[in-house]
């Protein structure tokens, strides 16, 4: 019976001696190790099986060889057979025996075969772990695997990224294409991702068009800058879906810990909010979390509020900026720019609230808004001059746009030939014989059509051999820097208004602010110019008291070379000197360097450290200084938050500031507590100086 019972395969028996040797197995055992009884006996039993590996990352089950050693009784513990040509696991079970005395004999067991059991059980998991549709690892498994990795980390003191993004656009491939499309589409956007990341992290699909990347060790935001710009132009390129063509677009938020969190639910809810800011400045973008976008969120759902208010209550006002010809700077139109003067925050940034309109349905009645008031006023111009209205995505896809414009031209009087129509790149996404219908159809009222900051959206050359466009803007960032040495920008200009000479289109050169780039720019054949070289946008009253007074002409006045952005920006930071502390004021910032206010006759070529908060601690050396008022020049440039902001490149971790004698009422909750000195003496300023050139050396 014993014999019959071996041979069916059901389950094996095998004993030890109180050496772990083998005393006995099944022969039908042995043969599954390809060898016969008499090979194995006397050997021990862990030479039978592979050594232990973690197969599941939830199951923390006692290896073999630490329960033979601790005698333990062993119920159906996996184990993967020591053969070359398969993978076999068998589940064994034994108790130890004992003689009279109590003395350990060895163990007797039994052992089955249950590698069919395991492979069903090992795609189950994997099923509950990774999205069925991209084989990306899902919202489960990220979770989990963040939360582990920051687990670990915190005890280590080490960093993690994670990007958060979606797909701009994406619901219109599913609508236009239909959900097979959108699917395929899905697969596509996760190689592309794949083919990015790399073996440098691990990447999700939360859902939807959601997708999470988790970097493990880098905190280098001039490196996660350059990752994200990846993503956002490898998954900008055209796919090709069943014989239809299809460009969508990401925008990526960046969060790191511990700086930014050091829980999986704040560390996911700051990369979030970076999201929703990226988002919110105009899509194609990337952002880093700073601590200002938590008050931004409170901020933004109290635009939208008082916004609706603004356009009812006419709190909005149409200033206008000059288009000017680069031959004989005679102005020839007028770009209506939106300005919002708050009866309690006073004026507010474009920036600010019409991001805030395009996520909600304010849109719409914002652009009539402008498009009207602008019409009113331009029909008070000179005849010669043009009106140029910006139209964004949202206002362009609506199928009434064409007879609004014609409305809103019968009502002011203006003729159709002075209204120019700004359109984005981004409305040429997603569905081109719309896109082109409603070019005609805008085109049939008469009015003229530019396409607007080209170039930095989703550029393709085959909108431009079909649109009826009559002239393309060149965006303000290839003009900034066109003069320095060490960028292309110039070189773009030049293929830009190449390519539009060529289609009969007119340029314009946006955010002129220097006489060495009016130079340049005239020099590379644009036809027209705007900037701050030759005005800033004004209201109508002044702009009617401008054009009475010296008529169309504009003197260019500016100065002699661009240099690096400067923000204006008041705020309170912090500037150290060797074992000191100073709340100072700062007036403007820029890549290379700030101005500040609050330290008095500072000599020149003093070191300093400015801490811009959030653990950015710029070393910087005065280069001004004139009374109350300091020029600084960074040791280390910034560099782009991946939108219209500034960051360092590398920021101090909270592990460091801790350590340094930061009180832990000022740290985020869970920092790390460091040690109690004995003396009681906090670490000076000057560590986190040191501590900054380590970073920056890593």
Request: with cysteine.
């Amino acid at each position: 019976m014993l014999d019959q019972f071996e041979d069916s395969g059901i389950a094996w028996l095998w004993a030890t001696d109180a050496a772990g040797m083998l005393s006995y197995i099944s022969a039908s055992a042995a043969d599954q190790l390809g060898k016969a009884s008499e090979e194995v006996i006397g050997k021990p039993l862990s030479t039978l099986f592979l050594p232990d590996r973690a197969e599941d990352e939830d199951k923390a089950e006692r290896p073999l060889a630490f329960q033979l050693r601790a005698k333990n009784s062993i119920f159906e513990l996996p184990v993967r057979l020591a053969v070359d040509d398969r993978e076999v696991w068998w589940a064994i079970s034994a108790r130890p025996q004992n003689d009279a005395n109590g003395e350990f004999l060895g163990y007797r067991g039994s052992a089955k075969d249950i590698t069919a059991i395991r492979e069903t059980q090992r795609d189950a998991s994997r099923m509950a772990q990774y999205d069925a549709l991209t084989g990306l690892a899902n919202r489960h498994r990220m979770t989990k695997r963040l939360t582990a990795t920051l687990t670990a980390y915190k005890a280590a003191k080490r960093t993690c990224a994670l990007m958060m993004l979606d797909l701009d656009r994406f619901k219109q491939v599913n609508d236009t294409l239909g959900h097979p499309a959108g699917d395929e589409l899905l697969k596509q956007v996760s190689q592309r991702l794949e083919r990015i990341i790399g073996s440098r992290g691990e990447i999700g699909r939360l859902g939807g068009d959601e997708f999470q990347v988790m970097l493990p060790d880098i905190d280098d935001r001039g490196r996660l800058g350059e990752i994200a710009t990846s993503v956002i132009q490898m998954i900008s390129q055209p796919y090709s879906l069943d014989g239809s063509r299809a460009i969508i677009g990401t925008s990526v938020g960046i969060a790191i810990a511990p700086y930014d969190g050091i829980e999986t639910d704040e560390l996911v809810s700051s990369a979030d909010l970076a999201l929703y800011s990226a988002k919110g400045g105009g899509r194609g973008q990337y952002r880093f979390f700073s601590s200002e976008l938590k008050d931004g969120a409170r901020l933004r759902r109290q635009i939208e509020e008082d916004l609706r208010d603004a356009i009812q209550t006419d709190q909005l006002e149409i200033h206008y900026q000059p288009i000017v010809r680069t031959s004989d700077h005679r102005a020839t139109g007028m770009e209506a720019l939106v300005r919002w003067n708050h009866p309690e925050r006073g004026f507010i940034s474009p920036s600010e609230f019409v991001p805030v309109a395009e996520e909600t349905n304010l849109v719409n009645a914002l652009g009539e808004w402008v498009l009207r008031r602008a019409c009113e006023e331009a029909a008070q111009w000179p005849d010669s001059l043009t009106v140029a209205v910006n139209v964004s995505a949202i206002q362009f896809s609506a199928t009434d746009l064409p007879k609004i414009v014609r409305s809103t031209l019968d009502r002011t009087g203006l003729h159709p030939s002075r209204l120019v129509l700004e359109i984005t790149e981004s409305v040429f996404l997603g569905d081109p014989q719309g896109t082109r219908a409603m070019l005609k159809a805008l085109k049939k009222v008469g009015v003229r059509l530019a396409l607007d900051d080209f170039g930095t959206g989703y550029s393709s050359l085959g909108y431009l051999s079909s649109a009826p466009l009559d002239k393309i803007k060149i965006d303000r960032s290839f003009v900034a820097g066109a003069t320095e040495s060490d960028t292309n920008n110039a070189e773009i200009i030049a293929a830009i208004v190449g390519l539009a000479r060529a289609l009969n289109m007119e340029t314009v050169a946006e955010g002129v602010e220097a006489m060495d780039e009016l130079k340049l720019i005239s020099g590379l054949g644009a036809s027209h110019i705007q900037g701050w070289i030759f005005s800033k946008a004004m209201p109508q009253s002044e702009l009617l008291a401008r054009l009475q007074e010296g008529g169309l002409k504009f003197v260019p006045s500016g100065p002699p070379k661009h240099r690096t952005d400067r923000r204006s920006t008041y705020r309170k930071v912090g500037v150290i000197h060797e074992d000191h502390r100073y709340e100072v004021v700062m007036r403007n910032l820029s890549k290379t360097g700030a101005g500040i206010e609050g330290l008095i006759d500072v000599p020149l070529g003093t070191q300093l450290v400015l801490d811009l908060g959030d653990g950015q601690l710029a070393v910087c050396k005065v280069v001004r200084s004139a009374g109350f008022t300091q020029g600084l020049e960074f040791e280390d440039s910034l560099i782009s938050d991946g939108a219209d902001g500034l960051c360092t490149r590398h920021r101090i971790s909270p592990y460091a500031l801790a350590a340094a004698g930061m009180p832990l009422a000022a740290l985020p909750p869970g920092y790390y507590n460091p040690p109690q000195r004995d003396d009681g003496l906090r670490r000076k300023p000057a560590f986190l100086q040191a501590d900054l050139s380590r970073s920056r050396a890593a």
